[in-house]
């Protein structure tokens, strides 16, 4: 299986690159589209304001395939399990303070029923 992050660039919406490249113009292009493809996925799932939501696992699942991650709603069944405790980034300028995530948490409810929360982190500045 890819990482997870290569998996969201399925999600992206910029285009395929062109012409010949560079090693480094290639992995730089194929970090925008990780970087797009989350921001994309992050708009689903959250909006374009919100911080948190829960989904089940099968609103996971079809959220996936909705996005393009995914091929199929069974496949994104499949990978959810992967997402739980791991974070994606969606904005990243090479500064800590800028660093930006989704985050993927494991919660049930108190039937014991298993979902997921989905949160964008972004850090809080603190001046000292």
């Not at 992206?12 to 480094?24: A, F, K, M, P």
């Not at 797009?36 to 609103?59: H, M, P, W």
């Not at 393009?68 to 300028?93: A, D, H, W």
Request: proline fraction near 2%.
């Amino acid at each position: 299986m890819d990482n997870i992050e290569e998996l969201f660039a399925r999600a992206s919406r910029l285009g395929e690159l062109e012409g010949y490249h560079t090693n480094l113009e290639l992995v730089e292009w194929n970090r925008q589209r990780e970087l797009n493809g989350a921001r994309v996925f992050k708009r689903k799932a959250l909006g374009f304001c919100g911080k948190s939501s829960i989904k089940t696992l099968d609103e996971m699942a079809e959220l996936l395939c909705k996005t393009n991650i995914v091929s199929s709603v069974q496949e994104g069944r499949k990978l959810v399990p992967s997402l739980k405790g791991n974070r994606v980034p969606y904005v990243y300028t090479g500064m800590a303070l800028d660093e930006r995530y989704i985050v993927f948490t494991e919660v049930k409810d108190s039937k014991g029923n298993e979902a997921i929360k989905v949160e964008a982190y972004i850090p809080k500045f603190t001046a000292q």
